[in-house]
């Protein structure tokens, strides 16, 4: 059973940058392509980014692209999302997950695609 651990959300001002990491445990993570979404309040859950399983390829949705970069370390099973010049709309809890088909060459990019979530860590754009 994959479990993920998101860390590194907070409180940051508009224009402010922040990294989120997501460690992975339990599963082989180096197979999986792994995504970001998050979840406003009121709104449902929507893409974020989304990184291959080698990295070979990333995917962003239109409103971070530019702002957002997503990454990961497979030696360390985690992926990481470098975000900046960050706007209060931004302000949700972000989640990480992971597909639930291996080694897939294409990349997810809606809920259905991922198999396993974290419990996802608040950020809050604010001043």
């Known amino acids: 059973q994959v479990q993920l651990v998101e860390s590194g959300g907070g409180l940051v001002q508009p224009g402010g940058s922040l990294r989120l990491s997501c460690a992975a445990s339990g599963g082989t993570f180096s197979r999986y392509a792994m995504g970001w979404f998050r979840q406003a309040p009121g709104k449902e859950r929507e893409f974020v980014a989304v990184?291959?399983?080698?990295?070979?390829?990333?995917d962003y949705a239109d409103s971070v692209k530019g702002r957002f970069t997503i990454s990961r370390d497979n030696t360390k099973a985690t992926v990481f999302l470098q975000m900046s010049s960050l706007k209060p709309e931004a302000t949700a809890v972000y989640y990480c997950?992971?597909?639930?088909?291996?080694?897939?060459?294409?990349?997810?990019?809606?809920?259905?695609?991922?198999?396993?979530w974290g419990q996802g860590t608040q950020v809050t754009v604010s001043t």
């Open positions: 997950a992971a597909d639930r088909v291996s080694y897939r060459l294409s990349l997810p990019t809606t809920l259905r695609g991922f198999a396993y």
């Open positions: 990184i291959r399983w080698d990295s070979a390829n990333t």
